[in-house]
């Protein structure tokens, strides 16, 4: 604790004793300490905290418990704990000054916090998915300060899915001067975009609480991607309480923003009195054109452009929602090699660096403020609080997200229970007081007048529902806010197909409930006549892309490729999720493309095949199948080629065309050995793939993402084990136990195999077994230097380790 500590406190020493020069943003994750105990009183400055844990936010303390049966999460909330905790921080500040106002930043706490600092309450905040911020001046003294916190997570379930609870997000204490810019009140536009030219507008307010006039002069400054300042201007103004400042400014040849190229500029604001520098404040956004023409569809800088989306849930599996950001980075990288150019923040503002992520990676953001309104979803959700705080939230939600050139579309609210057209209106009109740049939409909310974008949910995977709403209403684009639903286990294949009925019973377990739905699902042909591979639990589900909810993922791409005015979609969902399993005992309920730990499933390689063009082929399934010897398997080839030929140990079983179903496959006999696909284009080989069959498992082959990390207590690495023959070839069915040692420079944050039906503690056990061939460690610097040394052992296979270094500060 104390090296932090301290540097805090000389950081901000320091600073107060030199001349003001703009202000300072610095992080206080580090060192807070935190009690799970219901029963305290924790917010007084001399509190004895001694004993309690010490910890770094961002922190989860739901995912640190145990899946309990008995857990009123639920099934909505992944079965784990909630509770009341508190969380307790010392700031030093050596010398305060008259000429400063210190702020605090939370980006995010689950749910109902209170902040008090030295003993005075600062203020209740139940929303937990979007940030706030209390000033601390009046409060402050010189030396020690201490903020409390309480978090009030003891109402569950307070959500449809997984929410975690605590500071789960980034905190920051800022610095600045009495006269400085209001960052949320900052609303950066681009009313002309073309290649030749673009007009900015800027606009922001300038705040005094010196309580005299002041006299100063405003510099707007930007700079283009590659460095360079490409515009300037300077404004003297007189400032009493607060004046507000726009500038319109012209860019010649300006680089656009587009997903392929996401090119960001910078604004950096400067405010002097005297010539004395005595603010600053610089933020990112982008120079982008987005035309939504009806009948025709969506247009990026004059290019057609389908949504080629996903929705996510905020939780990255074995970490909960503190979700360190090499994890989301990993994440996101794998969803734009996948193709993916789109996403949405199911259901509610996710963490501010997600956004910058977006930015500078190249994702279209449907941002979404809300799952319900007024009449909660959940026992304890925020539909509790909507009537008092939901004007004051989507005002901090559209400010902060506004100037992000990510964000394309608002989103405010999903599958709205009974809502009215005046509710609707009421929302919109809200929204728009504080941007009209982004059209809006909401999940489902199609029944509404008074959106731009119709969002049809599941209910827009039924036959025809989306061409018949066009007839009614052609001059309204659709997205498909959450299309398609299909569900997959890594690794877990059925050949003949399953549809998602009420209960979730297979339609052979329950086929009355099928016969309902038949007529109005796109149906897909069964891959055999008899299962090929029987005495799977119905809880997992096929990789072929064959077990439905309503649709298949290749009808739907079909069918947004076919109709102009729909202008794509975001399947659900992306990642598996924590909550919403169907029962105990699961976690979750695989509508995931890609599972817990961020292994891809085979959907993952079909909508590459379908989203991307860079050269890939995929054979499915794996081609370990002892026992099946002669039986007919059916594999299948995705590739975005147009012809593929497959080869069972050397010999051709054919060359075939793409098909309409998007998907190339072949009936093949099972016998041991290699199955190598080569895809064509255009009559040359594309890409090429080799599977092989797996003999006996052996031992494990860890492989790491990074090859060192920085020694900050805020890196990551993830460690996949991967559970090899003797020869190195992935054993797919491997389930074998392991045992997991970290030392030296790191810890373990997580522990996932991605298996919905595995009720281990992600955090703590450390004996557990992999599922299909994989499991995957998070490990986070502890902030000492050296080697961080990975062993893992087993009864049954031999012992592997790795070693990875860090980088000193
Ligand atoms: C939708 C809902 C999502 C998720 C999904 C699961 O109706 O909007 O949040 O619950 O169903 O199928």
Same mark, same amino acid.
């Given at each position: ?394 005002? !901090? ?312 990390? !920085? ?21 797919? !069915? ?47 610097? !502890? ?27």
């Amino acid at each position: 604790m104390k090296n932090i500590y301290l540097i805090i406190t000389l950081f901000i020493g320091i600073q107060s004793t030199l001349a003001f020069d703009g202000r300072v943003k610095k992080s206080i994750n580090l060192d807070w300490r935190f009690s799970l105990d219901a029963n305290v009183n924790a917010q007084d400055k001399n509190f004895d905290d001694s004993q309690w844990r010490q910890l770094n936010v961002p922190h989860d303390w739901s995912i640190e418990g145990e899946f309990l049966e008995s857990n009123a999460s639920g099934t909505s909330g992944a079965f784990l704990p909630g509770g009341i905790g508190w969380y307790r921080k010392e700031i030093n500040i050596d010398k305060l000054s008259k000429e400063e106002e210190y702020e605090i930043h939370f980006d995010g706490v689950y749910l109902n916090s209170d902040v008090w600092i030295n003993g005075h309450h600062l203020g209740f905040h139940p929303n937990g998915y979007i940030g706030f911020s209390y000033n601390l001046t009046e409060h402050l003294v010189e030396g020690k300060n201490v903020i409390a916190v309480k978090v009030d997570h003891s109402k569950l379930p307070s959500g449809r899915w997984y929410t975690g609870s605590g500071i789960y997000r980034n905190v920051w204490l800022e610095r600045h001067h009495k006269l400085h810019v209001l960052p949320n009140e900052l609303l950066i536009t681009t009313p002309e975009v073309s290649n030749e030219k673009a007009v900015v507008n800027v606009s922001t307010a300038i705040k005094n609480t010196w309580g005299k006039k002041k006299n100063i002069e405003v510099n707007f400054q930007i700079v283009d991607p590659k460095g360079k300042v490409v515009g300037n201007y300077d404004q003297k103004l007189k400032v009493v309480d607060q004046n507000e400042i726009q500038h319109q400014l012209e860019l010649e040849n300006p680089f656009l923003w587009s997903t392929d190229a996401p090119n960001i500029y910078y604004l950096n604001i400067a405010i002097k009195e005297n010539k004395q520098l005595i603010d600053t404040y610089s933020t990112h956004f982008g120079i982008r054109k987005l035309d939504w023409i009806p009948q025709k569809g969506l247009f990026l800088n004059d290019q057609p452009i389908l949504l080629k989306g996903l929705s996510n849930h905020q939780d990255a599996g074995p970490v909960g929602v503190a979700v360190p950001e090499q994890v989301l980075y990993r994440r996101l990288k794998m969803l734009k090699d996948m193709g993916c150019n789109a996403l949405r923040t199911a259901h509610h503002p996710f963490a501010p660096e997600f956004y910058t992520m977006c930015d500078t990676m190249g994702f279209m953001v449907m941002d979404e403020a809300f799952d319900g309104w007024w009449k909660n979803k959940a026992d304890y959700d925020y539909g509790i609080y909507f009537e008092k705080y939901w004007k004051k939230d989507l005002e !901090n939600f559209v400010k902060r997200d506004r100037n992000h050139p990510s964000v394309v579309i608002w989103s405010i609210g999903n599958e709205v229970p009974k809502f009215t057209n005046d509710e609707q209106e009421s929302i919109v009109n809200e929204l728009k007081k504080h941007d009209t740049s982004r059209p809006v939409t909401q999940g489902r909310g199609y029944l509404g007048t008074h959106i731009d974008l119709a969002g049809f949910n599941g209910h827009g995977e039924l036959k025809n529902v989306i061409e018949n709403y066009h007839k009614k209403d052609p001059n309204k684009l659709i997205i498909g806010t959450e299309i398609t639903h299909t569900l997959q286990t890594r690794g877990v294949y059925r050949t003949k197909t399953w549809y998602r009925t009420k209960d979730n019973p297979a339609p052979w377990e329950k086929p009355e409930h099928f016969k309902r739905i038949e007529p109005r699902v796109y149906k897909i042909k069964d891959l055999s006549e008899e299962e090929v591979f029987t005495g799977i639990t119905s809880k997992y589900q096929s990789s072929y892309d064959n077990s439905i909810v309503r649709i298949g993922v290749r009808h739907e791409w079909n069918r947004v490729e076919a109709l102009d005015y729909y202008i794509g979609n975001f399947r659900w969902t992306g990642f598996d999720y924590l909550g919403e399993s169907f029962n105990w005992p699961a976690r979750t309920a695989n509508f995931g493309i890609i599972d817990l730990a961020g292994f891809p499933k085979d959907h993952y390689y079909l909508y590459q095949s379908l989203w991307s063009d860079v050269p890939m082929v995929h054979i499915l399934p794996h081609w370990s199948h002892k026992g099946k010897e002669g039986v007919k398997i059916p594999v299948v080839v995705y590739t975005n080629g147009d012809a593929a030929e497959l080869f069972l140990n050397g010999k051709s079983l054919g060359k075939k065309e793409m098909t309409s179903e998007r998907q190339i496959v072949w009936q093949v006999p099972y016998t041991k050995g290699k199955v190598e696909a080569i895809a064509y284009k255009e009559g040359k080989e594309w890409s090429k793939q080799i599977i092989q069959t797996a003999e006996e498992a052996y031992t494990m082959k860890l492989t790491s993402d990074r090859k060192r990390i !920085n020694a900050d207590k805020k890196d990551v690495l993830h460690c996949e084990i991967n559970v090899v023959d003797a020869e190195g070839n992935i054993v797919p !069915n491997a389930m074998d136990e392991v045992t997991i040692e970290v030392s030296g420079a790191g810890k373990i944050i997580g522990i996932e195999n991605g298996d919905i039906l595995d009720m281990s503690s992600s955090k703590y056990d450390l004996t557990r077994k992999v599922f299909n061939g994989k499991c995957l460690l998070i490990i986070q610097s !502890n902030g000492k230097t050296g080697d961080i040394n990975i062993k893992v052992t087993s009864k049954t296979l031999k012992e592997a380790d790795l070693r990875i270094g860090t980088h000193a500060l």
